[in-house]
């Protein structure tokens, strides 16, 4: 069929089924002939199961990062950040991969 696949982090902790996060993205970065994307979006504590946060919580993009780490991914990789506050959440993340980055290079 050729249908490329999407993991969605947030929906994949709400129903993981029989998936660790790492052979969900295993599966699904299969599909793909160029980049593949993820979504990655944090849960709203004050709002029901399912409603998206207005921002991202550094524990599930660590998560996210866990996983790729977990599964060796030296890929580019596009991350779609579904937040309701996007542009908020973009700088935060580029700011720790910014903190990250500098770190590994200090100690290389």
């Known amino acids: 069929m050729g249908a490329?696949?999407?993991?969605?982090?947030f929906h994949h902790n709400l129903n993981p089924g029989d998936l660790k996060l790492e052979e969900a993205f295993k599966?699904?970065?299969a599909t793909w002939s160029n980049i593949p994307k993820i979504h990655l979006s944090s849960?709203?504590?004050?709002?029901?199961?399912?409603?998206h946060s207005q921002k991202i919580k550094i524990k599930d993009f660590q998560k996210v990062v866990n996983a790729l780490i977990n599964i060796?991914?030296?890929k580019?990789?596009?991350?779609?950040?579904?937040a309701k506050s996007k542009?908020?959440?973009a700088l935060k993340i580029m700011k720790i991969l910014n903190l990250f980055s500098n770190d590994v290079k200090s100690k290389s």
């Open 4 to 9: 490329r696949v999407i993991v969605d982090t």
């Open 27 to 29: 599966l699904a970065f």
């Open 43 to 51: 849960q709203d504590n004050h709002k029901r199961p399912g409603s």
């Open 72 to 74: 060796q991914w030296q």
């Open 76 to 82: 580019p990789l596009d991350i779609m950040i579904e």
């Open 87 to 89: 542009e908020k959440a």
